[in-house]
């Protein structure tokens, strides 16, 4: 499956044997005449001009800068054809971004396979930019190399962005995905965050989306957002109503069991999740911020707090995008994804990661349960209270699976992410249980 190269086939004439000639025998002088047609005409066949991944034999490193983006390859010695292009985190900070090296690169090396990787050509949250590296780079393996078998996109945080967008809008150059912790649901992470920050101003009383600038909103939830809400472990009464809206947003099921490890995961991120957008959208400079939106926001809050839903989700405040900045047309990265994907996809995600939260998974499977697409998405679920810390045997045995899947068609088990309880979920792929688990000792 997904293997460009064609076979070689030997052709035999056979010359009919004995006197006089049958109907079907082929004189030598017209033999001769077809065997020089097929010398002239063999060269003028079109050929691909990029070699094949079978004529790849020596192991290649190689580095350098293509588009203004920092770049590594890797390629193992008897190169099986498989290519790997990985799309890392976010990274902080102005100029082009540093190269990482994959998570999975030792394994995907041992298996055989190549990989390359892109620093991209800028830093923070740029997808509409990265999936152009990533796609450059491809190009330039392809010229220097030679044309894969298959090729992978796995991205890591952010770049579980760039997969799905990637493999979305598209199609055809990807024949599999495989993203870790990712923001598998785009432009939901930003909806997220600026949806987290709206409830946490309504339920603290501090006008954070009034702030005039970052340092304003800083001073606001230092000396009003804490005292309001406390911490986790130490919340006050309406701390403990923030946390209920947060428990949801995160990706609680319908009947209101936690996720596990959720308020674990919550202790690192209960402030820098609460993001400062410019009070005017139209204003504001970065992509991402501009198409944030919470208009669809449908909060949920548990009974006996003091606040209700209904109260809830009339009084929070409602953030519309800047104009067009969620268009299809015009900014299709940071449009909604459409979970039309065409191949397979295979994603892993902590129940507790607090940054980027299980409710994007559960999202970007109601959207390929619309388009009519879920038999390409897989799911797995790790229950653990980080963010990217995946064991290295959940990761190898995830690559060797979507490798399996888009070779031989067989496609793997993983989690429902919609279930009506999500109490046991991810104990298939979660080696050790943590000694705060609640199914601890109860496996």
């Known amino acids: 499956m997904f293997d460009p190269r064609h076979d070689s086939r030997q052709t035999r004439d056979r010359v009919a044997a004995g006197s006089g000639g049958g109907t079907h025998a082929i004189r030598p002088s017209l033999a001769a005449l077809v065997v020089l047609l097929l010398v002239l005409l063999v060269p003028s066949m079109p050929r691909d001009r990029a070699p094949r991944a079978d004529a790849q034999t020596a192991a290649v490193s190689r580095t350098g800068v293509l588009g203004g983006a920092r770049y590594q390859i890797e390629v193992p010695a008897g190169w099986r054809g498989g290519l790997v292009m990985f799309a890392h985190g976010i990274q902080r900070g102005p100029g082009p971004g540093a190269v990482t090296s994959p998570s999975l690169g030792n394994h995907i090396l041992d298996e055989g396979h190549a990989w390359a990787a892109s620093g991209y050509r800028a830093r923070e949250y740029r997808p509409d930019l990265f999936i152009e590296d990533l796609v450059a780079l491809r190009e330039l393996f392809v010229n220097e190399i030679g044309r894969p078998r298959w090729t992978i996109i796995y991205g890591q945080s952010l770049g579980g962005h760039v997969v799905v967008a990637s493999l979305e809008l598209r199609p055809g150059l990807y024949q599999g995905g495989l993203a870790e912790c ?56 309406r701390g403990r109503q923030f946390d209920s809206v947060v428990k949801y947003l995160m990706g609680a099921d319908q009947r209101g069991n936690d996720l596990p490890m959720r308020l674990e995961g919550l202790k690192s991120r209960f402030l820098p999740n609460m993001s400062y957008r410019q009070p005017d959208v139209e204003q504001e400079p970065t992509p991402g911020g501009r198409a944030a939106s919470t208009l669809h926001i449908r909060y949920r809050i548990d009974p006996g707090l003091g606040l209700t839903e209904g109260e809830l989700n009339a009084r929070v405040r409602r953030l519309r995008p800047a104009k067009g900045a969620r268009s299809p047309s015009t900014d299709p990265v940071y449009a909604e994804r459409t979970g039309r994907i065409s191949v397979p996809l295979l994603t892993l995600h902590e129940t507790g990661d607090a940054w980027v939260p299980l409710s994007l998974e559960q999202s970007y499977r109601r959207r390929t349960i619309a388009a009519g697409t879920e038999r390409w998405l897989v799911q797995r679920v790790v229950r653990a209270p980080s963010h990217c810390a995946f064991d290295g045997e959940t990761r190898e ?47």
């Open 182 to 237: 990712g923001l598998v649901d785009g432009i939901g992470i930003a909806d997220y965050l600026l949806a987290y920050t709206a409830a946490a101003e309504l339920i603290s009383g501090a006008p954070l989306l009034d702030a005039p600038d970052k340092a304003a909103f800083d001073q606001l939830l230092n000396e009003r957002v804490v005292p309001a809400l406390g911490v986790p472990g130490e919340y006050t009464a």
């Open 397 to 443: 045995q995830a690559f060797d699976d979507l490798v399996a899947w888009i070779e031989r068609g067989a496609r793997p088990n993983g989690d429902d992410v919609l279930a009506g309880d999500l109490s046991r979920i991810g104990l298939e792929w979660t080696p050790v249980l943590r000694v705060d688990d609640p199914l601890a000792g109860r496996r």
